[in-house]
């Protein structure tokens, strides 16, 4: 089996699509597997081998590596155990370390824009400005996706056209662009059997049948696609056997496993019921032609797909509570927003207030963003929402939440107080006046230069059409850090990218050059897209990647704390967020000056807890999830 991915020679699938990075000089990158006592180190162009060989190795012990492995109490209703488990199979991927500030208050992330030198050649198209179209200012997005299982990260970019034409060999295709050893990005759409030619809105990336190759949802304005990835270097359109769906607008969507069985659901959203082969006409009070608005047209409701387990997917937003009459739906992130340790919600939504879902532990989801003040922002009127991002910047233990919006609004800091709900803390934060003149999509919180505070990055740009508004759509995006309780603007000390205007629209992380930090890709509408390639000078650091057995395969809904010292961070292996598109799924954990070496505790979306003691910073670990009999052990 393992010669389908032997990147050590070049290769061919079996149909006929280049597998096999083509020899040249080893990347001395190791990846150090801990077992017994025995220590072997690989070279990065067998880091296949490693990954596959965990559906064959056994659980053993190390002497090496103290992992304590426990599990909640039996009222909790999950598995349980009194005595803690070791368990070594973590996979130690040690990565040059960038300088070190002294300071634990570093200088701002600096990007430097790289998709036309390393390969990354795609445009994303609207179609004729004069179609007046309501499908047109919307799409635009991308994933990240190891499809090969080669530890390189690869990328996903879907794809418009003519909004007016139905799908045909005229249209164009979405984009598949395999990373090569090197920084190189090549096209293996055709190769990879890729052939998407729908007008297309977002990607959505997940191994939902836990077969260790992920898998690609599209979303349409249409029907959605599903492609099952075939572990050979190829996909299958497998949409028509699994997902029970009817046509229509349909936005970003987010994989999590909702009940906690092992595999992943899917939550999806849709828009507005528009007809983009009979559109509904607007007119402008002289009369002419203008593009609509979300407000004169009828919403659609979300779906929630239930995965069976067998390959089928069955909609079960009505009648599981996750459903919303009114809602108008642009983003989504699944993730626990009380600390229940049940995957909850949260649905960002266009002129309408938001959804948060609650996960009430029996398969039914309530709406309590109204409750809990995550439905509108502090002036109590519904905002535009488009794009989502999660973090907990306050280091308070409870996720947060930061919303892109329409010009005129403010995009919005979310507060997580626990039982307290939400808090709307965007003026406080400094952050109204630097968002309101600006129309909010993609965005995500992360610790970018590792100081251990979270930054946003924000793409923005118009979405109506210049004749009726008199204005560019192309504007700057945004880099923000986090200091504190603060939101101070650092797009000017960002990096050339931030001083230039796009249409921007999807944008997703991943560390895709292995150097331990995160990178951002960038869709923009009608012009090239953007790679930015994080060059930030950094503080220590740890990232963790998950390999699921009982829980689904990458670990989605996986919670971290890090504690050093006195210090502790906390992260969440969300399902969806920002806009349209999906991330790499690794928890990258910033430190700042903190060398120490650091307790890290798992929590596994099934409930095992799992707790590895002084963990040496500076280090990517790809850690393996406990079985019952290692429970039992």
């Not at 230069?449 to 508004?469: M, S």
Request: negative net charge; hydrophobic residues 35%; glycine residues 10%.
């Amino acid at each position: 089996m393992f010669d389908r991915f032997d990147s050590s020679r070049p290769g061919d699938s079996p149909a006929g699509g280049k597998v096999g990075h083509s020899t040249g000089p080893i990347n001395h990158r190791t990846i150090v597997i801990v077992s017994d006592q025995t220590v072997t180190v690989l070279s990065r162009r067998w880091r296949l081998v490693v990954s596959l060989m965990v559906f064959l190795i056994p659980a053993c012990n190390s002497s090496s590596t103290p992992v304590a492995t426990t599990a909640p109490s039996p009222a909790a209703g999950l598995l349980a155990t009194s005595k803690p488990v070791v368990l070594s199979k973590v996979f130690d991927l040690r990565l040059p370390t960038a300088p070190v500030n002294p300071s634990s208050d570093l200088k701002s992330p600096v990007f430097d824009d790289v998709a036309r030198s390393t390969g990354l050649n795609h445009t994303y198209e609207t179609g004729e400005k004069s179609l007046l179209l309501m499908v047109q200012p919307t799409g635009g997005g991308c994933g990240w996706i190891d499809y090969d299982v080669d530890g390189l990260w690869d990328l996903y970019l879907n794809q418009g056209g003519n909004p007016s034409q139905v799908r045909s060999p005229d249209q164009p295709s979405d984009q598949l662009f395999r990373n090569m050893d090197g920084g190189q990005f090549q096209p293996v759409t055709s190769l990879a059997n890729i052939d998407e030619r729908d007008y297309s809105q977002g990607v959505c990336v997940g191994d939902f049948d836990n077969d260790g190759f992920s898998d690609i949802l599209i979303t349409n304005v249409g029907l959605c696609t599903l492609f099952k990835n075939q572990g050979d270097g190829t996909f299958r359109d497998v949409t028509e056997a699994t997902l029970d769906q009817i046509a229509g607008w349909h936005s970003s969507a987010a994989w999590g496993d909702i009940d906690r069985d092992g595999d992943l659901d899917l939550y999806v959203c849709r828009y507005v019921n528009f007809d983009r082969f009979h559109p509904q006409i607007c007119r402008a009070a002289d009369g002419t032609q203008r593009m609509c608005q979300p407000n004169e047209i009828d919403p659609r409701p979300d779906e929630l797909y239930l995965n069976a387990g067998d390959g089928n997917f069955k909609a079960v937003a009505r009648e599981r509570g996750a459903y919303g009459p009114s809602n108008k739906a642009l983003g989504v992130a699944i993730a626990d927003f009380n600390n229940d340790d049940w995957p909850d919600i949260y649905v960002a939504n266009d002129a309408t207030p938001n959804f948060l879902f609650l996960n009430q532990q029996d398969g039914q989801f309530v709406n309590m963003a109204d409750v809990l003040g995550c439905a509108v922002g502090s002036d109590g009127r519904a905002q535009a929402s488009m794009g989502v991002a999660v973090g907990d910047y306050d280091h308070n233990g409870f996720l947060d939440l930061y919303l892109t919006h329409y010009e005129g609004e403010w995009s919005t800091l979310y507060r997580n107080l626990g039982a307290q709900g939400f808090s709307d803390v965007t003026a406080a934060a400094g952050g109204v006046s630097m968002t309101s003149p600006l129309v909010g999509f993609g965005t995500v919180m992360e610790d970018f230069n590792q100081d251990g505070y979270e930054e946003l990055v924000i793409v923005n740009g118009h979405l109506d059409d210049p004749g009726h508004l008199g204005i560019d759509l192309a504007m700057k995006p945004q880099l923000f850090s986090l200091s504190g309780l603060k939101i101070i603007d650092n797009s000017a000390r960002g990096g050339e990218y931030f001083n230039h205007r796009y249409i921007g629209r999807g944008l997703a992380t991943a560390d895709y050059d292995g150097d331990g930090d995160l990178d951002v890709a960038i869709v923009h509408q009608n012009t090239p897209m953007a790679l930015l390639q994080n060059n930030s000078s950094r503080g220590h650091w740890l990232q963790l990647r998950f390999i699921g057995r009982a829980s689904n395969r990458h670990g989605i809904g996986v919670r971290v704390t890090v504690r050093s010292g006195e210090d502790v961070f906390m992260r969440e292996l969300a399902g969806g967020t920002s806009y349209c598109s999906s991330q790499q799924p690794v928890l990258v954990f910033g430190l700042g000056n903190r060398i120490r070496p650091c307790d890290v505790t798992i929590q596994w979306p099934n409930g095992i807890r799992q707790t590895l003691l002084d963990v040496a910073v500076d280090r990517s670990m790809v850690i393996v999830e406990p079985t019952d009999g290692e429970l039992q052990q």
